[in-house]
């Protein structure tokens, strides 16, 4: 039986969250977090636990929050955050994806930084110093979603179930 855990953070994804049915002006981020988590939870299957914070991962990390996972997923809309992310799995040798779109959905990408191999900052150089949180507000669109999200769930399945992945690094755009 195979069991899971998805920690929900928010607070940093506020933006991606157009189309999950919790991304309305009445929300408050601690009633977001909280019905992420359980719209995500009728998705889950063999015991899958997913839980929602109210918090930044920043926060959660200083908190103590438990953190652990076999595969991570990162899809938060800064850099501060990703770097953050990077860094602490880095060190914890555990796989983390990144995958991000454009303000105008006309670009994705999803990057699977894999122990003792390239780091975000490795591959994102400009991101190591920015200190910005942009979330552009703009709403999300859903066929640039769907293809990153498929590339996002191969991903997962390469790196638990041992399986060829010939890229580590895949872009998509529409120009």
């Not at 157009?18 to 719209?39: K, W």
């Not at 769907?146 to 997962?156: E, I, N, P």
Request: charged fraction near 20%; hydrophobic fraction near 40%; proline fraction near 5%.
């Amino acid at each position: 039986m195979a069991i899971s855990l998805e920690r929900v953070f928010p607070k940093e994804e506020s933006s991606h969250l157009r189309g999950t049915g919790v991304n309305t002006p009445h929300f408050c981020q601690s009633i977001r977090a909280h019905r992420l988590a359980r719209n995500l939870s009728t998705h889950g299957f063999c015991g899958s636990l997913i839980e929602g914070y109210s918090l930044s991962f920043e926060d959660a990390l200083a908190l103590g929050v438990d953190m652990s996972g076999s595969v991570i997923v990162c899809a938060v809309d800064n850099n501060p955050c990703r770097i953050a992310v990077s860094t602490y799995y880095r060190e914890l040798q555990i796989p983390v994806i990144f995958t991000a779109v454009s303000a105008d959905a006309r670009h994705g990408y999803v990057f699977v930084q894999e122990p003792g191999k390239a780091c975000f900052g490795c591959l994102f150089t400009d991101a190591v110093n920015d200190e910005t949180y942009p979330c552009p507000g703009t709403p999300a669109v859903k066929d640039i979603l769907k293809v990153v999200g498929g590339l996002v769930s191969y991903a997962v399945d390469t790196l638990l179930m041992d399986r060829l992945r010939l890229w580590t690094y895949m872009s998509l755009s529409h120009y």
